[in-house]
T-cell receptor, first 111, second 114 residues
């Protein structure tokens, strides 16, 4: 069974731009979560989607948004990028009665 | 609010020596506990998880962890480390089998010396 895939793996943007990251979960998993990892703040939960509905949300500004499609694939969007948004963005998928399995991440650099 | 504390930022051990990484959690209900490992530039790989039952859980790569409710701890152990175990280790706590929000500790970086 294929693992969680994330595209793109690396991204360079400038301040003020917006970015969209994509995540394809493990087949059969309906829950997709997003995390931001930075050296200063560590791993922080962004949001979680289940069956196209946002079920949980972390403490991030409204510039961070996401969605989930009917095939469970998910995207997250960051608008008006700031330097502090530079991070590794990790997606994880989970199945019923099971935990989350993580993808390789998207490394976002904001210049 | 749930939280996880990993008191050791960096640990160095010799190859072949035993290892114990500490994790303390704060959680209002029955915790679902996890250890993940991350190699540089990579995502997180699940080592093991505790949901209920036997408090000593076995994971991949020869790792085990013991859940101690009285101490709110979930320490990770390995009897003999290999150079390939050098990585960053994260303890996490969550609800609902960890299927929703996970709260992570700050991580412990493990260095292996020959």
């Amino acid at each position: 069974k294929a693992g969680v895939t994330q595209t793109p793996r690396y991204l360079i943007k400038t301040r003020g731009q917006q970015v969209t990251l994509s995540c394809s979960p493990i087949s059969g998993h309906r829950s997709v979560s997003w995390y931001q990892q930075t050296p200063g703040q560590g791993l922080q939960f962004l949001f979680e989607y289940f069956s196209e509905t946002q079920r949980n949300k972390g403490n991030f500004p409204g510039r961070f948004s996401g969605r989930q499609f009917s095939n469970s694939r998910s995207e997250m969007n960051v608008s008006t990028l700031e330097l502090g948004d530079s991070a590794l963005y990790l997606c994880a998928s989970g199945g019923a009665g099971d935990t989350q399995y993580f993808g390789p991440g998207t490394r976002l650099t904001v210049l | 609010a749930q939280s996880v504390t990993q008191p050791d930022i960096h640990i160095t051990v010799s190859e072949g020596a035993s290892l114990e990484l500490r994790c303390n959690y704060s959680y209002g209900a029955t915790p679902y506990l996890f250890w993940y490992v991350q190699s540089p530039g990579q995502g997180l790989q699940l080592l093991l998880k505790y949901f209920s039952g036997d408090t000593l859980v076995q994971g991949i790569k020869g790792f085990e962890a013991e859940f101690k409710r009285s101490q709110s701890s979930f320490n990770l152990r390995k009897p003999s480390v290999h150079w390939s175990d050098a990585a960053e280790y994260f303890c996490a706590v969550g609800a609902n089998f960890g299927n929703e929000k996970l709260t992570f500790g700050t991580g412990t970086r493990l260095t292996i010396i020959p």
